[in-house]
């Protein structure tokens, strides 16, 4: 598979070494001058502020984190702002290394950061910031509760970033999606394109769109949590037939 040998070497590398990765912990700073993350803020497609009502912030750049319930998820470690719940995770056979990025040696890496909360009425933008080292993500499989974007862009990309164990492929992403109607749970999905992907860093908003320009009409909840609701009615269901035959 494309990039598979260059990648597996780098992979090997940053999960046994703490230094240099893209984090905005370790170095570089995403946020810095010349770099691709913006704070909603800033960015030509915010307008809002981290913490202004009615808006969710939910931001990881490491991945190892006990205090969230299950093995492969990770509460935010950077921030995170009028959120009911946010936690990202991934798919078995991907770990977090002792650099505290995601990787996988053998599968596709799959990942799914879900953030929760009220936001304002009207018009809505979702925006989903990730970095990776070595192999890219599969641009196809980003959705948010199973829809594409309406925008993606590569917003910082080197081919041979310097790092204390040679150069290595860097690239920071952007996806929002310009929403009509407001969900209780939203779900950002994707992939990587090869095994050998190191997810150094992911950040998601959601704000106002004063643009509202072609909006989505409604986002539908994540498949996992219709599981959720099909099986708690189930129960209920189950329970009342009980009750009725007492």
Do not use: C
Not at 42 to 49: H, N, P, S, T, Y
Not at 105 to 128: D, H, K, M, N
């Amino acid at each position: 598979m494309k990039y598979l040998h260059q990648s597996t070497l780098i992979a090997s590398l940053l999960a046994v070494s703490g230094i240099a990765n893209a984090d905005y912990t370790n170095d570089p700073d995403p946020y810095a001058a010349g770099y691709g993350f913006d704070t909603p803020s800033e960015a030509a497609w915010g307008g809002w502020d981290r913490g202004d009502t009615g808006t969710l912030y939910a931001e990881w750049d490491t991945f190892v984190d006990s205090s969230y319930p299950g093995t492969r998820t990770a509460a935010p470690d950077v921030g995170s702002a009028g959120t009911t719940d946010a936690n990202i995770g991934w798919n078995a056979g991907t770990f977090a290394a002792g650099s505290g990025n995601l990787y996988s040696f053998s599968v596709i890496e799959e990942f799914a950061a879900t953030i929760a909360g009220s936001v304002a009425s009207g018009p809505l933008r979702a925006v989903l910031q990730f970095e990776t080292w070595g192999i890219p993500a599969d641009y196809s499989s980003i959705l948010l509760n199973g829809v594409a974007p309406t925008f993606t862009a590569q917003t910082f990309y080197d081919t041979s970033y310097p790092s204390s164990f040679g150069a290595v492929p860097f690239e920071q992403y952007l996806a929002y999606w310009d929403l009509s109607d407001a969900a209780s749970v939203y779900q950002f999905t994707f992939s990587s394109d090869d095994p050998s992907l190191s997810l150094a860093q992911v950040a998601l908003d959601i704000g106002p769109n004063a643009a509202g320009a072609d909006p989505v009409t409604s986002v539908p909840l994540p498949a996992a949590v219709w599981l959720f609701g099909a099986g708690l009615m189930g129960l209920l269901g189950l329970n009342r037939k009980k009750g009725l035959a007492a």
